[in-house]
């Protein structure tokens, strides 16, 4: 679950309790209102796999050296450098060194995150471009269960000298976690006084990023509720196209908006490698690439805001066509999140409070940045034709009017809920 006020480019109103980890091998707590809550992540309540059981992955077996060997077979082929091999294959050795030292519920949580990556290149997953996580996520865990504390559920975690935002996920020890990060990296955006944090993850993001479906995508490296590595969401994904294109507005940085264009290809590409499904009525973007079946309408909502403000701000025609197709099924499955006193999680499946109140506010956004673009053509037009004319192109510039009024209806719904009236003047 991520704060909706850091989704949207502003602090949270609560802090979020972040463990550190400096170089000297020291943990502290601190408060940063900026980082997303970390009580879960855009995924579903529950565990990830295999989180309550009690037999570890071996550290070596006669497969688990497969990483090792995907490494070696990519430096043969030219795919990456000596140099480059040669860091790999430190990380990995130092990774596997470092399980074989630990135990207990350290040496299992290691354990997991080699025996994924070594799954993953028995597979042929370990690609080029995929190294580069790998090994972070390999160099950060050895580090982090050398050093630091246990760790719960849904903990939040840095490391000195980075901005990236990690989770624990107990089974499958520490994983980035891209939608935290990408909803950090918008609260950064909104603070001046942070912009060296901003560009600092801007390249840190940057290298991190997998070549997916025609693109490059931020992926999720770990099994949880069905789902295999490595798999992305539309709604992560949403929120990094979204912070990655006004990073660039920000620091005029073309760069970072071409990164932010090639984030589009799981959007365009049909799943398990991309989210898009083609409906009857327009396109709906999945929260995960392994669940073609589940529909969640607050992951699909934030996915299009993203895709929303791309467009605006790089004038991608890709973009605003994804962004079109998007809204237009949105717009058909609105009726069916509301169960005329709740909202749905997904289709039947009631929203607990704290997802009502992220979907009411997602589609407030909607309702904001829609009615927004509908006045700027609106005075664009009058500056062109005269007071006289009207805005009437509907599927260039759609009506916002079914999300502000559905979120009326939830707030309603929320106040009602709560025992409070709802402000007469205001659907918020």
Known sequence: MLVTL??????????????????????????????????????????PLNATSSAAPPAQTASSANLD??????????????????????????????????????????RAVIANFDRMARGGLATASRLPAFTETLRRNAEWWSNGSPLSYGQRVSFAGSELV???????????????????????????????????????VKELAASRAGGV????????????????????????????????????DAALMKLAKRGLGIFRTAPP????????????????????GQRIYNQFYQALRGLHDLAELSGDKTARRLWLEGQTEGRYELPFSSSGSWSYYSP????????????????????????????????ALREKDGPAAVLTDFKSWPDPGPYCVMT????????????????????R
């Open 217 to 252: 995508a931020w992926e999720y490296l770990f099994k949880f509720g069905g789902g295999r590595p490595p798999w992305v969401s539309g709604m992560a994904q949403g929120t990094a196209i979204q912070a990655l294109a006004r990073t660039s507005n920000r620091f005029k």
């Open 408 to 427: 009326k209806r939830f707030t309603d719904y929320l106040y009602a809920r709560l025992g409070t009236k709802a402000p007469s003047a205001s659907p």
């Open 6 to 47: 850091a989704l949207c480019g502003a602090a949270s109103a609560n802090a979020s309790t972040i463990l550190v980890l400096d170089q000297s091998g020291r943990v502290t707590a601190r408060e940063n209102p900026l980082i997303p809550t970390g009580a879960g992540s855009e995924l579903p309540e529950g565990r």
């Open 69 to 110: 060997a995907a490494v070696a077979r990519l430096a043969a082929g030219g795919a990456i450098s000596a140099t480059t091999r040669a860091a790999y294959n430190a990380a990995i050795s130092s990774a596997r060194n470092a399980a074989g030292r630990l135990t207990g519920s350290r040496r299992k949580e290691l």
């Open 348 to 379: 039947g499946s009631p929203s607990s409070l704290h997802y009502h109140a992220l979907l009411r506010d997602f589609l407030r956004g909607l309702c904001d940045v829609m009615t927004a673009d509908r006045q700027r053509e609106t005075i």
């Open 273 to 292: 490698s991309g989210v898009r499904l083609k409906l009857a009525h327009g396109s709906h973007y999945l929260g995960y690439s392994y669940a073609p």
């Open 166 to 204: 990690w989770q624990a996920y107990p089974g499958q020890g520490l994983q980035i976690q891209w939608l935290g990060t990408f909803g950090y990296m918008n609260a950064l955006w909104t603070t001046e006084s942070k912009s060296s944090e901003l560009r600092k993850l801007a390249r840190e």
